[in-house]
């Protein structure tokens, strides 16, 4: 019996046989006729083609919509701020009034003192404030030379003199002051 053992061990090492582990089958589907597919591919790529329209058309409604709401932010932007200069021109208004009533020119003073202020407190609420010129080094970002002063007493190119005031929106210069720059006076020679 030991023998036909071993014969047999010797027959399977010189002949292995793959051991298949059991799986379970799949199943495989019944075919369908090829017209049938062909109808559910095309049912499938015209049912892919109407939602790809739909969702163009949406995006094309987006992208007018997007550009109405521009348009109009544009348009009607800077409402705010002109209602609150509508408060500045009824100010002038009633200075103009009041100097017609009464002639005395200290009344009109103030009440164009009062006007200035509220303009200049409504500017400051936007974002816009004056570029302090004089004293200061002339810097062409903020300011526009207009004329060169010979001067002893101050630095050179020192803003000495201001023509017009220049301003600020929030972190660019909208209008550069006018000035006029001080040059060092040479020594004389004797």
Do not use: C, W
């Not at 009633?94 to 200049?120: N, P, Y």
């Amino acid at each position: 019996m030991e023998k036909r053992e071993m014969k047999d061990l010797e027959i399977k090492e010189e002949h292995p046989v793959e051991e298949k582990k059991e799986e379970p089958e799949e199943v495989m589907p019944v075919e369908q006729p090829i017209e049938e597919r062909v109808r559910e591919l095309e049912a499938e790529l015209s049912e892919s083609k109407e939602r790809y329209l739909r969702l163009y058309a949406e995006f094309e409604n987006y992208k007018k919509r997007v550009q109405k709401d521009k348009e109009e932010m544009l348009k009607y932007g800077t409402e705010p701020l002109l209602q609150e200069l509508l408060t500045v021109l009824d100010n002038l208004e009633m200075a103009v009034q009041h100097a017609e009533k009464d002639v005395s020119a200290e009344s009109l003073l103030q009440g164009v003192e009062l006007t200035l202020k509220e303009f200049r407190k409504i500017l400051n609420k936007y974002g816009i404030s004056e570029i302090e010129a004089v004293g200061k080094p002339f810097d062409p970002a903020y300011h526009h030379a207009m004329s060169q002063v010979e001067r002893s007493d101050v630095e050179d190119k020192t803003v000495v003199e201001e023509y017009r005031k220049g301003y600020m929106f929030k972190d660019r210069t909208i209008r550069p002051s006018l000035v006029a720059v001080s040059k060092k006076t040479e020594p004389e020679k004797n």
